[in-house]
């Protein structure tokens, strides 16, 4: 006969793999396992496994309480119903391994959040929702994306707020989580983007701070420039990124011919990146 109180534990691991997906329906969640391996001849200690792995890449909790890098602890998930106000439990804590998404929805102010973050800076990408009836961000209308470093993160989740305290202790609230994944990278700090092809971005979107703008390197180049009474915006088409080290000029080439000189460059972040695989029983 099987130990029964291994049940408990299968349940607590689906339990954190789909309240870090809760707007999966349960069926699609089995799918998602089914696609990892997961069938008809597995154990349950597989089937765990999986989960566990969903869970890592969408936390039920954050930052994730006694993990490593991979792992998702069952004996967390019950603390997911917990309250996030700041108690004696709950003050909050940095991030302690890995590079986060925490994708965020403020009906208040009308805007969505995306928030890259590693254990010291974060990088906030806010939009506006879409009016008449959409539904997604209404990318066309992005703000300037901000790095700032933070120095702690209230624990949160999915349809919980998102607070963040930057370095001075100033909470700043983000609205309410919608999801939040792991991303490939381990560190937010890039050291240079000298060579870069468009075709070679996998992916991949930068925010390079420069002497007088905020230029955000992706499938097309956005730069930021704040003047004194407005922010000017302007798109570039590239091909290649000619320079781009701390303490030289971000040199583009263009698309059409020729180049733009967009400023001495200041550091360099990651903006985006893709979402980490669940590799899947016996990867």
Same mark, same amino acid.
């Given at each position: 006969?099987?130990?029964?109180?291994?049940?408990?534990?299968?349940?607590?691991?689906?339990?954190?793999?789909?309240?870090?997906?809760?707007?999966?329906?349960?069926?699609?969640?089995?799918?998602?396992?089914?696609?990892?391996?997961?069938?008809?001849?597995?154990?349950?200690?597989?089937?765990?496994?999986?989960?566990?792995?969903?869970?890592?890449?969408?936390?039920?909790?954050?930052?994730?309480?006694?993990?490593?890098?991979?792992?998702?602890?069952?004996?967390? @998930?019950?603390?997911?119903?917990?309250?996030?106000?700041?108690?004696?439990?709950?003050?909050?804590?940095?991030?302690?391994?890995?590079?986060?998404?925490?994708?965020?929805?403020?009906?208040?102010?009308?805007?969505?959040?995306?928030?890259?973050?590693?254990?010291?800076?974060?990088?906030?990408?806010?939009?506006?929702?879409?009016?008449?009836?959409?539904?997604g961000p209404a990318a066309r209308e992005a703000t300037q994306p901000v790095v700032w470093e933070y120095g702690r993160i209230?624990?949160?989740?999915?349809?919980?707020?998102?607070?963040?305290?930057?370095?001075?202790?100033?909470?700043?609230?983000?609205?309410?989580?919608?999801?939040?994944? @792991?991303?490939?990278?381990?560190?937010?700090?890039?050291?240079?983007?000298?060579?870069?092809?468009?075709?070679?971005?996998?992916?991949?979107?930068?925010?390079?701070?420069?002497?007088?703008?905020?230029?955000?390197?992706?499938?097309?180049?956005?730069?930021?420039?704040?003047?004194?009474?407005?922010?000017?915006?302007?798109?570039?088409?590239?091909?290649?990124?000619?320079?781009?080290?701390?303490?030289?000029?971000?040199?583009?080439?263009?698309?059409?011919?020729?180049?733009?000189?967009?400023? @001495?460059?200041?550091?360099?972040?990651? @903006?985006?990146?893709?979402?980490?695989?669940?590799?899947?029983?016996?990867?």
């Amino acid at each position: 006969m099987k130990d029964p109180t291994r049940i408990d534990k299968v349940i607590a691991s689906l339990r954190a793999a789909w309240e870090g997906q809760p707007d999966l329906p349960l069926a699609t969640l089995l799918g998602v396992v089914s696609n990892a391996g997961i069938g008809w001849g597995s154990s349950d200690e597989q089937l765990v496994e999986v989960l566990e792995e969903l869970a890592s890449v969408h936390p039920p909790l954050f930052p994730i309480p006694g993990a490593q890098a991979g792992t998702f602890p069952v004996g967390a @998930a019950a603390s997911a119903a917990a309250s996030t106000a700041p108690t004696a439990g709950n003050r909050g804590a940095s991030v302690s391994f890995g590079t986060w998404l925490v994708e965020t929805t403020d009906q208040g102010r009308g805007v969505h959040t995306s928030a890259v973050l590693d254990a010291k800076h974060i990088v906030v990408h806010t939009v506006p929702l879409q009016r008449a009836g959409g539904r997604g961000p209404a990318a066309r209308e992005a703000t300037q994306p901000v790095v700032w470093e933070y120095g702690r993160i209230r624990r949160t989740g999915p349809a919980r707020p998102f607070v963040v305290a930057d370095s001075d202790g100033f909470e700043h609230r983000m609205g309410v989580v919608k999801q939040i994944s @792991a991303l490939q990278p381990t560190t937010l700090d890039v050291e240079h983007l000298n060579g870069l092809h468009q075709g070679h971005l996998h992916g991949y979107a930068y925010a390079v701070r420069t002497e007088s703008a905020t230029v955000v390197v992706g499938k097309r180049i956005h730069v930021y420039e704040k003047l004194r009474r407005e922010l000017k915006r302007d798109t570039l088409s590239w091909s290649r990124i000619r320079s781009c080290t701390p303490g030289d000029d971000l040199v583009v080439e263009l698309s059409a011919g020729g180049t733009a000189c967009l400023g @001495a460059v200041q550091d360099i972040f990651i @903006a985006k990146a893709p979402i980490r695989r669940v590799d899947g029983m016996g990867a």
